[in-house]
């Protein structure tokens, strides 16, 4: 069993950062590919950034591209997005989540390739 605690969300304004940490517990971490995604009201959940086991891979939304930074710390059992120049569109609830999949792989973008999920952190952009 693996369990994913979302922090770091907050009230920002427009051109602001903020970085969310997300722990995990259980040795599965180390071994998995790690995602974000969010979902805003009326929306569905869409993918943000995920970042491989080895940290050597990642992918990002078109949207965020060049804005937002994933990373990890393994021994820290802990994943990163490192968020600049926010937008209101940027404003969601933000979720980290775990890779179904053992191993070195190409991060997924998918949400249906994640079975861990964190509750959530609200991330909100004023204009």
């Known amino acids: 069993q693996v369990q994913l605690v979302e922090s770091g969300g907050g009230l920002v304004q427009a051109g602001g950062s903020l970085r969310l940490s997300c722990a995990a517990s259980g040795r599965a971490f180390g071994n998995h590919a790690m995602g974000w995604f969010r979902q805003a009201p009326g929306k569905e959940r869409e993918f943000v950034a995920a970042l491989s086991w080895s940290g050597r891979d990642t992918n990002y939304a078109d949207s965020v591209k060049g804005r937002f930074t994933i990373s990890r710390d393994n021994a820290k059992n802990t994943v990163y997005l490192q968020m600049n120049s926010l937008k209101p569109e940027d404003t969601a609830v933000y979720y980290c989540?775990?890779?179904?999949?053992?191993?070195?792989?190409?991060?997924?973008?998918?949400?249906?390739?994640?079975?861990?999920w964190g509750q959530g952190t609200q991330v909100t952009v004023s204009s």
């Open positions: 989540a775990k890779d179904r999949v053992f191993g070195e792989r190409i991060p997924p973008m998918n949400s249906n390739d994640y079975d861990y």
